[in-house]
């Protein structure tokens, strides 16, 4: 039995569940997590270089060529029996929500519904918005109609947000954002800027609303999504984890399912959910 009986009856009465998930969710899919001591994204590359603000601002093409390599690899990947678990939680229980730290679409591919994505989408574009030549033009900042952005100078009024959707995360040139003409970037969150509010507003009211959350495959070292399994257990919910390796969450949680999530969530749907 992977869980007690009576986290399997707290599990089956449980109306509302969070799942929460960070990288190594979509490991078994073939997309490299960031802190693997070997393969990790963040083994091979420093973040500051290809994940930040700054980085964009000195050298744009390299930072969108490295989120293009990135996609390839993402766009090959599909689905792995833990995103189908997840999904076909959804069957069994009154509410899922599930929170990711992942950019990579795994999650609604599979079929899951309520998706909040913390970090974002790699395959979504924004425009990149210099806030320094905002602040500095002595023209007047507006708002894009079409990428949303901060910009300045003219604005094509016959682009529409249509235009934009159809940009693809492709090599090449850095495409513009058809209205201002503003450099694009994918719209993920890097490092040093903030999560769109009204999604971290929805994760944490998740949070606070759930009976049970469950952690897959995260480090738990980036705020404020870190802290989201701790502020559930703070509050009494049923906390269970589902990694590998031990992380700081293990130790305090009902239940630390030491174990890759393609295997162990499956399994866990089968003992308490198929009854
Ligand atoms: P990490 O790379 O920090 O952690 C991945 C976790 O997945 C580790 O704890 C692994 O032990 C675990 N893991 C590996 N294989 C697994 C498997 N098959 N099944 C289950 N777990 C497995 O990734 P995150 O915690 O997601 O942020 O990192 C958080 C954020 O840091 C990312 O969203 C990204 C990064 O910088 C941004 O890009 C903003």
Redesign the pocket.
């Known amino acids: 039995m992977l869980v007690s009986t009576s986290i399997i009856g707290r599990l089956q009465q449980a109306e509302q569940i969070a799942v929460f998930?960070?990288?190594?969710?979509s490991?078994?899919s073939g997309i490299?997590?960031?802190?693997?001591r070997f393969e990790?994204?963040?083994a091979k590359y420093d973040?500051m270089t290809v994940?930040t603000p700054a980085a964009f601002q000195a050298n744009p093409q390299f930072v969108w060529d490295w989120h293009v390599q990135l996609a390839d690899t993402v766009r090959k990947a599909v689905p792995?029996p833990?995103h189908r678990a997840v999904a076909q939680l959804q069957e069994a229980v009154k509410r899922v929500t599930v929170i990711t730290?992942?950019?990579d679409n795994l999650h609604q591919a599979a079929g899951s519904k309520d998706v909040l994505e913390?970090?974002?989408n790699l395959f979504r574009l924004k425009s990149f918005v210099d806030e320094d030549a905002i602040f500095l033009s002595e023209l007047r900042p507006f708002i894009c109609h079409v990428c949303d952005g901060y910009a300045v100078g003219s604005v094509d009024s016959y682009a529409g947000k249509e235009d934009l959707e159809n940009i693809d995360l492709v090599a090449g040139p850095i495409p513009r954002c058809p209205g201002c003409e503003s450099l694009l970037r994918p719209s993920?969150?890097?490092?040093g800027?903030m999560l769109d509010p009204s999604i971290l507003e929805r994760a944490i009211s998740a949070v606070d609303q759930c009976d049970a959350l469950i952690c897959?495959?995260?480090?738990?070292?980036?705020e404020p999504?870190?802290s989201m399994p701790f502020q559930a257990l703070k509050r009494g919910a049923l906390v269970i984890e589902?990694?590998?390796?031990p992380?700081e969450l293990s130790d305090r949680a009902d239940a630390s399912l030491l174990?890759?999530?393609?295997?162990?969530l499956p399994a866990l749907l089968r003992e308490v959910w198929s009854r």
Do not use: C, K
């Not at 490299?32 to 693997?36: E, H, L, W």
């Open positions: 998930t960070g990288a190594g969710m490991a078994e490299p997590t960031f802190r693997d990790g994204l963040w973040p994940a792995n833990g730290q992942n950019v913390l970090h974002g993920v969150v890097w490092f800027e897959i495959g995260s480090s738990l070292e980036v999504a870190a589902v990694n590998p390796t992380t174990g890759p999530a393609g295997e162990i």
